[in-house]
């Protein structure tokens, strides 16, 4: 009898052995699960951008000032090939500390008596630069460089050019001026030279195609992808 009631005390712990998975599987569903995950991460990932344009008392950063600024939201999943409609708008006056230069007023025609008493949302402008992905602006170094003067934490944000990003020149474009380049493609800002008219401009003008049959914006968005995401792997400097 003794043998018999080994064998049946035993046989349950034969089949929990034999019933364990090993660990080459136990490896293979951990790559699987890791991979589907990455695959679920890329296809759902919506990016948060920033078109931007500032007006300024002149051109150095160093001793001229912001007197106007335009920033609008827009989202994209690259994944889809999508860009969206436009989510939110902010556009500001600032007086300045210093006088503006006669040929900045003839260009945006902004004058220090429109401009008195005018403040920026600061609080508004750092809650966007902290959530925004990704900036645009046209002659995007520009821009960047009022704005860090104001805003420092804007300088760890990754930066498209719609300027240099772009082969305008390679497309038969004599100019890589905003206003040059909307004129040719039958584009009219309303107030050209102002900020929230030429960003709103040039959002439309990036979703107009290159004669490779590509939209200006994912021309520029692929060229800038792979240092984006190299970026967003580095810690704030």
Known sequence: MIPYY???????????????????VYISLFFMLKLKKMMISEVSKMYQLWWVDVETTGLDPRK????????????CDPSRRWLSPVRQKYV???EPFCPISVEASKINGLTLKQLTGKKLDNTLIESIILEAHVFIAHNAPFDRSFLEMMFPDIRHKMWFCSMKDIEWKYWGFQSVGLQSLLRAHQIFPHRPHRAESDILSLYQLLQEHNPHDKAYFWEMWDRN???FLKQKEKPPQ
Request: positive net charge; glycine residues 2%.
């Open 6 to 24: 080994n064998h049946i005390l035993n046989k349950p712990k034969l089949q929990q052995v034999q019933q364990k998975p090993s660990f080459s």
């Open 92 to 94: 500001g006056l600032r």
């Open 64 to 75: 001229d000032e912001i007197i106007e600024i335009a920033l609008m939201r827009t989202d």
């Open 225 to 227: 992808y792979h240092q």
